[in-house]
T-cell receptor, first 118, second 111 residues
Framework: GAVVSQHPSRVICKSGTSVKIECRSL??????MFWYRQFPKQSLMLMAT?????????EQGVEKDKFLINHASLTLSTLTVTSAHPEDSSFYIC??????????????FGPGTRLTVL | QKEVEQDPGPLSVPEGAIVSLNCTYS??????FMWYRQYSRKGPELLMY????GNKEDGRFTAQVDKSSKYISLFIRDSQPSDSATYLC???????????FGTGTRLTVIP
């Protein structure tokens, strides 16, 4: 149980295009999902917290107009990188927290999406 | 100064060895301390979850938290080749959402 999937696992795109990444909780409902980003040899950094049916909360320094988050259902959150540039190339990983739970050990991570912008 | 510091390794040990992985942190408000294991092309998987200071044991794994020194450790006894992975420490404050991660230590257990 507690499986989180991400799609695609890897994407290569041209500079200026937009890329959508999906995060799904497969066997549980998640009112809250989190989006992280990891640059090479750096830590996973929280970008934003996504709440079902409401606007996402972005961390300081993360452009909300560039990284569009939609959490339309209890099992799906999407991250759209708009007008991607090479500096957006990174590993994007989501986690989903079991609905009704608030502790860190009720968060489960997806396998990540490797984005390369040429 | 980073919130969480972790030696990235890589670390190679022979099968059966005791492995010690460590992280230090600067934020005294951290109350929750976690260790994740991440295999290649997979998401982090929660290994150990502790609250405040003390030790926690689960099979071959022992997590230690020393809040006075802002230092946490994960010990793996009788290490196996299947333990080869990247180990990430993470920590968080009470009532918050944000998890602060270390960079991860890449471990290889040689048969």
């Amino acid at each position: 149980g507690a499986v989180v999937s991400q799609h695609p696992s890897r994407v290569i795109c041209k500079s200026g295009t937009s890329v959508k990444i999906e995060c799904r909780s497969l066997d549980f409902q998640a009112t809250t999902m989190f989006w992280y980003r990891q640059f090479p040899k750096q830590s996973l950094m929280l970008m934003a917290t996504s709440n079902e049916g409401s606007k996402a909360t972005y961390e300081q320094g993360v452009e909300k107009d560039k990284f569009l988050i939609n959490h339309a259902s209890l099992t799906l959150s999407t991250l759209t990188v708009t007008s991607a540039h090479p500096e957006d190339s990174s590993f994007y990983i989501c986690s989903a927290r079991v609905a009704g739970k608030s502790s860190y050990n009720e968060q489960f991570f997806g396998p990540g999406t490797r984005l390369t912008v040429l | 100064q980073k919130e969480v510091e972790q030696d990235p390794g890589p670390l190679s040990v022979p099968e059966g060895a005791i492995v010690s992985l460590n992280c230090t942190y600067s934020n005294s408000a951290f109350q929750y301390f976690m260790w994740y294991r991440q295999y290649s092309r997979k998401g982090p998987e929660l290994l150990m979850y502790t609250y405040s200071s003390g030790n926690k044991e689960d099979g071959r794994f022992t997590a230690q938290v020393d809040k006075s020194s802002k230092y946490i450790s994960l010990f793996i006894r009788d290490s196996q080749p299947s333990d080869s992975a990247t180990y990430l420490c993470a920590m968080g404050e009470s009532g918050a959402n944000n998890l602060f991660f270390g960079t991860g230590t890449r471990l290889t257990v040689i048969p």
